[in-house]
């Protein structure tokens, strides 16, 4: 089962048909060659291919698969989304989370400081948002990415974060807007 968004096919790179991903996803362990990833509009309906070479850095995402050479023929591709085994990937349940294990957690800083409560969880396609309530009532969406949350312990029903700069203000901006 492919179940893993890795990122959606974008322009060609190179002669070979390499293509370039575009809203890739940071991946525990990257696509070993060999791997068989599905390639489609949803993942519920894709074509299975076989990854030749993968390469991800913080600046760019490649991908070259077997059945395709040329930068014609993988341009049939493009605007398809890129999805892989969770295993093949890195990730394993220990990653995951269930909505209800989440909501209601208390949302502390790494500096202790204590944010909110998370009341709401967004499913989006790049990644997860994380609705925190403050104690003024404001709201502020945590994206799930590894430089936002830091530890998840469901037990002590406790999220630690690093509150990126400009996070806080999101969605006040747009409160103050409306209220003016």
Known sequence: MVDEYIGVVGRSHGLDGTV??????????PLAPGTRVGIGFS?????????????ATPHRTTLRLQEFSTAEAIATL???AVYAS?????????DRHRIGDIEGCTVVTTDN????????????P??????????DGSTIPLPVIDDVIKHVDIAQRRVTIDLLPGLRDITRTTADENDA
């Open 20 to 29: 370039v991903l575009v809203d890739a996803m940071s991946l525990p362990q």
């Open 43 to 55: 993942r519920d309906f894709v074509t299975m291919y076989t990854v030749a070479e993968f390469t």
């Open 78 to 80: 493009t605007d398809q």
């Open 86 to 94: 969770s295993g093949d990937v890195g990730v394993d349940d220990a």
């Open 113 to 124: 400081e204590v944010v909110g409560t998370i009341t709401d969880v967004w499913l989006m």
């Open 126 to 135: 790049a990644n997860d948002v994380w609705v925190v309530t403050a104690p």
